[in-house]
C-alpha cells in the first residue's frame, strides 16, 4: 500500500512563495513510479493537473503555472517537491500529491494553499 503524506501549505500573500512537499512510502524508491504530479481543486471546480515529474526525470506543467511553479524529487527522501512562487490569488485551493504505478493511482490527504490580495 502506498501511502502519500502532503505538507507546506498555509497562507501567503500574492507574490509570495510557498513549497509543498510529499513524502512517499509503502513502495520502492519513486524514481520506479511512472508519474508524481501535483493536483490542485479549488471549491466548485474539478481537479486539475498542476504538474508532473516522471520516472525518467521529465516535467510537465500546466500552463497557469509554467514559469512559476517547479517540481523537483529527492530520491533519498522519497519525496517529491512543488515550489510555488509568484503566487496569485486563483491558485488558492487544496493541492493533492498523486502517485501513478501505471495499473493504479495513490492520493495524498491535501494540504490546503491560501494566498491573498
Known amino acids: 500500500q502506498v501511502q502519500l503524506v502532503e505538507s507546506g501549505g498555509g497562507l501567503v500573500q500574492a507574490g509570495g512563495s510557498v513549497t509543498l512537499s510529499c513524502e512517499v512510502s509503502g513502495t520502492t524508491s519513486i524514481r520506479s513510479i511512472t508519474a508524481m504530479s501535483w493536483f490542485r481543486q479549488s471549491p466548485g471546480k474539478e481537479r486539475e493537473l498542476v504538474a508532473a515529474?516522471?520516472?525518467?526525470?521529465?516535467?510537465k506543467y500546466d500552463d497557469s503555472v509554467m514559469g512559476r511553479f517547479t517540481v523537483s524529487r529527492d530520491i533519498a527522501y522519497n519525496s517529491v517537491y512543488l515550489q510555488m512562487n509568484n503566487l496569485k490569488p486563483e491558485d488558492t485551493a487544496v493541492y493533492y500529491c498523486?502517485?501513478?504505478?501505471?495499473?493504479?493511482?495513490?492520493w495524498g490527504q491535501g494540504t490546503r494553499v491560501t494566498v491573498s490580495s
Open positions: 498523486n502517485a501513478n504505478l501505471g495499473y493504479t493511482d495513490y
Open positions: 515529474i516522471f520516472s525518467g526525470g521529465t516535467t
